[in-house]
């Protein structure tokens, strides 16, 4: 897929890229370890407000889209970016769709925590 066609520096390559992806893999899982596989995967549990979620309502898809970012960059693609866009748009896109669905599970909780916290920074 081009790998290295884009002219981004190799500093910034490495330098950048590489730490979006560690970090955002330490969050992702981190945060996969609390709730646990199912519920990450939209299995009804507890409304999580805590850990990352006290900075983020979607801590897990701000980590993704960093992962995305670095790998973007990390690559520095012409084709990996065009995927990855694509993807960025999708995880901005599935709050828009999740919300309801948490509003209607957890009702008033998720209320004043949604007036409480940023959807995503």
Request: no cysteine; aromatic share 12%.
């Amino acid at each position: 897929m081009s790998w290295g066609s884009l002219p981004i520096p190799t500093w910034l390559r490495f330098g950048v890229g590489i730490p979006l992806i560690v970090a955002g893999n330490v969050i992702v899982w981190s945060e996969v370890a609390q709730f646990g596989i199912a519920q990450t995967g939209g299995a009804k549990g507890s409304l999580r407000t805590g850990g990352m979620y006290r900075y983020s309502r979607n801590p897990q898809y701000v980590a993704d889209i960093a992962m995305v970012v670095g790998w973007i960059m990390l690559s520095a693609s012409s084709g990996a970016t065009l995927i990855g866009l694509a993807g960025i748009v999708v995880l901005l896109a599935a709050p828009l769709a999740e919300e309801p669905w948490l509003e209607e599970q957890y009702g008033a909780a998720f209320k004043n925590y949604r007036a409480k916290v940023r959807r995503f920074l």
